[in-house]
C-alpha cells in the first residue's frame, strides 16, 4: 500500500526540480526551492532518513525528473539462478544503476561482471518493471527494472566493493534475498522465462 505524505513529497520535489530548472523569475525560484527543501524535510520525517541522506538521494537532480534505469541479470547454470550476496548477507540478482553511456543491455553485462566476476551474453528480456509497483521500500524516485535472461560464457566470482560471495540457487532454496533490488516474485518470473521456449514479456 502506497505511503500517501512520500508520494505527495515526491510529486513536490519533482515540480520544484522542474520549476528551478525551466523558473526565470528569481523570486519563483526562491518559492520553488523552499518547496523543494520541504519536500525532502517531509521524506526525511516520514522515512526516518538523515536530512542529508534524503537530500542527496531527492535533491540532487537538475532539469525534469524522468525515472532512474535499475538492470537485473537472469543468469543460469543447470536449472539454477545465480544470486551475489551484498555485504548486508541479503542476496540479489547481479545489476544495478544503468550507466549513461551504456545501453541497458550493455550495463547488464558490465554489472555481471563487476559484481559476479562472470562474462556473459544477454539472450531475452524478461521484464520491465515500474520498481514502486513490486519492491519494498518505497524509493525517494521513481525506478524502471529491466530484467534480461542471460547466458554465462566465462569467469569466476572475485571479492569486490559490492558483493563478498555468489551461488546458483534452485527456486525452492533461496536465500534471504535483498528485496529492495529483487524479491521471489521477480526471480520466480526469471525462472518462467527461462524455462519457456516462447516468452511474452510482462510490463507495467
Known sequence: MKDQIVEWAKELQSLAQAGL????????????????????????????????????????ETGYQTPKVDTRAAIFYEGKILLVQEKDGNWSLPGGWCEYNLSPAESTVKEAREEAGLDVAVQRLIAVQDREKHNQPPYAYGVVKI??????????????????????????????????????????????????????????
Open 21 to 60: 530548472f525551466y523558473g526565470k523569475d528569481e523570486f519563483d525560484r526562491e518559492r520553488y526551492q523552499r518547496i523543494r527543501e520541504i519536500s525532502a524535510e517531509m521524506m526525511a520525517h516520514r522515512t526516518g532518513l538523515p536530512a542529508g541522506r534524503v537530500q542527496d538521494l531527492f535533491c540532487n
Open 147 to 204: 530484467f534480461y535472461l542471460c547466458k554465462p560464457l566465462g569467469g569466476s566470482f572475485a571479492p569486490n566493493l559490492e558483493t563478498i560471495q555468489s551461488g546458483y540457487f534452485a527456486l525452492e532454496e533461496l536465500p534471504p534475498l535483498a528485496e529492495a533490488k529483487c524479491t521471489e516474485e521477480q526471480i520466480r518470473m526469471c525462472f518462467q522465462a527461462y524455462r519457456a521456449e516462447h516468452w511474452r514479456v510482462p510490463f507495467d
